[in-house]
């Protein structure tokens, strides 16, 4: 069974979005209609939507840079949590892994700018801490949070973009294995650190903690593997000796 429904194809990458995230809309629907009625439930819908096309863009800004660079993108998935552009490969040249992981967060930026000065947004911590007050008009929300999404990715861990802008900072100068062991550890830390918030605080934190830390291990153990493996030759994978049998010989 496919958990994710393919909803077109854009510059070829095809967008996916998980059930997931249908069922995320759903529930904010349900529960802003069950405390504010029909037409905060339909603001919050729209609201999100918005929101998450604003995701979209921002995975976007990764895929036409790494276009620039050579590297397709075969897909994008949209998750309650933010999107996933599933990259053919991260080039190791520090620069161009650097322009493509600040691409993403400059795209959120620009949206928030074009919402200040064309719409006349007004991005104040208030809209940002309170996505879901319909007393705040949704524009100011829309603009607070792309710049928070923006911030938030620059954390200097991974999964987030942050994390690999110091990886392509460090490799430069101590290697790409090593650059991705430290960017990795910081990722794990920051996950420990959410995880801690979220027991105190807010549940959902824990699940994004979960997420940093499955995906920061990953990535240093596919390179690591990639380091390993690099420079090793087909034929030491290779099977060359071979058993035969007659056409007549029993299977015993």
């Given at each position: 069974?496919?958990?994710?429904?393919?909803?077109?194809?854009?510059?070829g990458?095809?967008?996916?979005?998980?059930l997931?995230?249908?069922?995320?809309?759903?529930?904010?629907?349900?529960?802003?209609?069950?405390?504010?009625?029909?037409?905060?439930?339909?603001?919050?819908?729209?609201?999100?939507?918005?929101l998450?096309?604003?995701?979209?863009?921002?995975?976007?800004?990764?895929?036409?840079?790494?276009?620039?660079?050579?590297?397709?993108?075969?897909?994008?998935?949209?998750l309650?949590?933010?999107?996933?552009?599933?990259?053919?490969?991260?080039?190791?040249?520090?620069?161009?892994?650097?322009?493509?992981?600040?691409?993403?967060?400059?795209?959120?930026v620009?949206?928030?700018?074009?919402?200040?000065?064309?719409?006349?947004?007004?991005?104040?911590?208030?809209?940002?801490?309170?996505?879901?007050?319909?007393?705040?008009?949704?524009?100011?929300?829309?603009?607070?949070?792309n710049?928070?999404?923006?911030?938030?990715?620059?954390?200097?861990?991974?999964?987030?973009?942050?994390?690999?802008?110091?990886?392509?900072?460090?490799?430069?100068?101590?290697?790409?294995?090593?650059?991705?062991?430290?960017?990795?550890?910081?990722?794990?830390?920051?996950?420990?650190?959410?995880?801690?918030?979220g027991?105190?605080?807010?549940?959902?934190?824990?699940?994004?903690?979960?997420?940093?830390?499955?995906?920061?291990?990953?990535?240093?153990?596919?390179?690591?593997?990639?380091?390993?493996?690099?420079?090793?030759p087909?034929?030491?994978?290779?099977?060359?000796?071979?058993?035969?049998?007659?056409?007549?010989?029993?299977v015993?």
């Amino acid at each position: 069974m496919s958990w994710s429904l393919n909803i077109g194809t854009v510059a070829g990458t095809v967008v996916r979005v998980h059930l997931t995230f249908l069922l995320f809309l759903a529930w904010i629907f349900a529960a802003s209609y069950a405390q504010s009625g029909g037409a905060a439930a339909w603001d919050s819908v729209a609201f999100m939507v918005l929101l998450f096309l604003c995701v979209l863009l921002h995975e976007f800004g990764h895929i036409f840079t790494a276009r620039a660079f050579g590297v397709t993108t075969p897909y994008v998935t949209l998750l309650p949590i933010g999107g996933v552009a599933q990259l053919e490969r991260i080039p190791e040249e520090p620069g161009q892994e650097f322009l493509i992981a600040i691409a993403g967060p400059l795209v959120n930026v620009a949206i928030a700018l074009l919402l200040v000065l064309v719409a006349g947004a007004h991005p104040h911590a208030a809209a940002a801490s309170a996505i879901d007050n319909t007393q705040i008009p949704m524009l100011d929300r829309l603009a607070a949070v792309n710049l928070f999404i923006a911030v938030f990715n620059m954390i200097p861990a991974f999964p987030m973009d942050g994390g690999r802008v110091l990886r392509a900072a460090l490799a430069s100068r101590l290697g790409y294995v090593r650059a991705t062991g430290i960017a990795a550890a910081i990722g794990q830390f920051v996950a420990y650190a959410l995880g801690f918030i979220g027991l105190l605080f807010n549940p959902i934190l824990i699940f994004i903690a979960i997420f940093v830390y499955l995906a920061a291990s990953s990535e240093a153990h596919m390179v690591a593997l990639r380091a390993v493996s690099r420079g090793v030759p087909v034929s030491h994978a290779m099977v060359t000796q071979f058993a035969t049998l007659a056409p007549d010989a029993n299977v015993d």
